[in-house]
């Protein structure tokens, strides 16, 4: 009896794949149909690279530095990050911001502050904070503009001109 209910519930299963699966419908052995891998494919291509993973796929750096967007940075880490983050390389909730820039690239650190839940669960970078400072860090709705701001910010607390 219960082979047979394991066996039912196997076919609507299988049936439930097949009818999401559109053009690239799944072979009858249980294997996820490509748009299902597509996504996440190129997601581990950017995790791979130090990217992290989220919205920001590419980020120019330009020298000399913008100052308007250091001093835009610099009032957002004020009222939503200086909580949590040193400007020196001391911990204190999470990690200080000294030599950040030098140990991460742009676009992971763009991601981190835009897309943290996912970060957190995806990134192995991520996970290793995480483990290290046992507390997560929220998700504050910074905007791609903000994060950019900030991490202009961030290159200035690291030396650059
Ligand atoms: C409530 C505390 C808290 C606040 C507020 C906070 N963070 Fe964090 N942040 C953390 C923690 C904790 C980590 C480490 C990862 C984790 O445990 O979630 C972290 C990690 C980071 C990292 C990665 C640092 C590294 O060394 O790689 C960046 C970048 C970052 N935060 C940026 C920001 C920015 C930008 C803001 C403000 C908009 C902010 N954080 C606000 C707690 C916070």
Same mark, same amino acid.
């Given at each position: 009896?219960?082979?047979?209910?394991?066996? /039912?519930?196997?076919? &609507?299963? @299988?049936?439930?794949?097949?009818?999401?699966? %559109?053009?690239?419908? #799944? /072979?009858?052995?249980?294997?996820? #149909? $490509?748009?299902?891998?597509?996504?996440?494919?190129?997601?581990? $291509?950017?995790? /791979? *690279?130090?990217?992290?993973? %989220?919205?920001?796929?590419? &980020?120019?750096?330009?020298? #000399?530095?913008?100052?308007? !967007? &250091?001093?835009?940075?610099? =009032?957002?880490? *004020?009222?939503?990050? @200086? /909580?949590?983050?040193?400007?020196? *390389?001391?911990?204190?909730?999470?990690?200080?911001?000294?030599?950040?820039?030098?140990?991460?690239?742009?676009?992971?650190?763009?991601?981190? &502050?835009?897309?943290?839940?996912?970060?957190?669960?995806?990134?192995?970078?991520?996970? $290793?904070?995480?483990?290290?400072?046992?507390?997560?860090?929220?998700?504050?709705?910074?905007?791609? %503009? *903000?994060? !950019?701001?900030?991490?202009?910010?961030? !290159? @200035?607390? =690291?030396?650059?001109?």
């Amino acid at each position: 009896m219960r082979n047979l209910n394991i066996i /039912a519930i196997l076919m &609507v299963m @299988s049936l439930l794949f097949a009818s999401c699966g %559109g053009k690239n419908t #799944p /072979a009858a052995n249980g294997e996820a #149909p $490509k748009s299902m891998l597509g996504p996440k494919t190129e997601n581990e $291509k950017m995790i /791979a *690279d130090g990217r992290g993973i %989220g919205e920001v796929k590419s &980020v120019t750096l330009n020298t #000399p530095l913008e100052q308007e !967007r &250091v001093k835009r940075g610099q =009032d957002i880490y *004020d009222m939503k990050c @200086s /909580a949590c983050h040193k400007l020196t *390389d001391e911990r204190f909730v999470g990690p200080g911001w000294k030599g950040v820039t030098s140990r991460r690239k742009p676009e992971w650190i763009m991601n981190m &502050v835009t897309n943290v839940d996912v970060m957190l669960e995806r990134d192995a970078e991520a996970q $290793k904070l995480l483990e290290l400072c046992l507390t997560r860090m929220p998700n504050q709705n910074v905007s791609i %503009g *903000d994060a !950019r701001d900030i991490l202009e910010f961030m !290159r @200035s607390n =690291d030396g650059e001109k």
